[in-house]
């Protein structure tokens, strides 16, 4: 079976299954028992910074989308959305094969990519030729951890009105096919400071103020409201998501599946772990159905 590689493994994330599920374990004990967590979430957003930086937050957003003790119900397939893409780019699913991970392979939902992207403009690529994207790979070693008998579909989804339409559209061929699936977008917050190339608020504490409780808070509360527009415009306008595409194709698949709510679980910036004039946000957020 033709496999998509491991490309981050050994320096965003550990290599080997035992140093991954040290990590998984250790952040599964962080910022435990918030009763804000009640509910069956459906999907989340999550960051895709290195581990030792955002994956905290990933990780426990992941976990939280497991079904509650003592359920019988069987996850079937994983929708992940992300991708650094333009406005203007054309969005591009894995079509076959499966994904390498430390704790073993993920297989692609080789059925469902190809009614995702039937009759519609979707690049269609083989594990060879699948980028090597950040964005994904720091997700799949939990996705494989929490879910291990999944499948996945991996979609890069630029920051457009399409990606409402991939979304939604992706739900109901699930549907069709009598999947039972979690949905899944990563994208990281504002990326502020001379290294980006963004400087709006100045320097020093006053900018790291304004990022987080101005910039990154505007996205998060379209992220929060699940409207797919003010994701987009957000993303595009004020630069606070680095993949807007997949947070509001995520937003519209959740909808389609019926969330209602969205819980914020965390907040953070690389600043706290590393101060620097260069850092980034993350955010943690769930979707559920009541």
Request: with cysteine.
């Given at each position: ?62 976990a ?103 979304g939604t ?75 807007a ?43 559920a159905?009541s």
């Amino acid at each position: 079976m033709e496999k998509k590689k491991m490309a981050f493994a050994g320096s965003w994330y550990p290599v080997s299954s035992g140093e991954c599920e040290a990590s998984i374990q250790g952040f599964l004990k962080e910022k435990q028992g918030s009763s804000s967590l009640d509910g069956s979430f459906m999907g989340g957003i999550v960051p895709h910074a290195g581990w030792y930086f955002s994956g905290s937050i990933a990780c426990r957003v992941i976990a939280s989308l497991e079904p509650g003790k003592g359920s019988d119900e069987k996850i079937d397939t994983i929708l992940l959305f992300g991708a650094h893409m333009h406005q203007q780019s054309e969005p591009f699913i894995l079509t076959h094969g499966a994904i390498e991970t430390p704790f073993g392979d993920i297989e692609v939902d080789r059925e469902l990519s190809d009614k995702i992207c039937s009759g519609i403009s979707i690049q269609k690529r083989s594990p060879l030729k699948f980028p090597d994207e950040n964005t994904f790979e720091l997700q799949y070693p939990f996705i494989k951890y929490f879910y291990p008998d999944a499948k996945i579909v991996v979609c890069g989804v630029a920051p457009s009105f399409f990606a409402s339409i991939i979304g939604t559209r992706a739900v109901e061929e699930a549907k069709n096919l009598s999947r039972n699936i979690k949905v899944i977008g990563s994208t990281d917050m504002t990326h502020y400071g001379p290294d980006f190339g963004f400087t709006r608020a100045g320097t020093g504490e006053k900018a790291v103020e304004w990022v987080k409780n101005e910039n990154d808070r505007n996205g998060i509360q379209a992220m929060m409201e699940m409207d797919e527009s003010k994701i987009i415009a957000q993303g595009l306008e004020n630069k606070n998501m680095c993949c807007a595409g997949a947070a509001a194709a995520t937003a519209a698949a959740c909808k389609k599946l019926g969330a209602v709510r969205a819980v914020e679980l965390d907040y953070a910036t690389s600043f706290e772990k590393s101060a620097s004039a260069s850092f980034v946000g993350y955010a943690g957020i769930l979707y559920a159905l009541s």
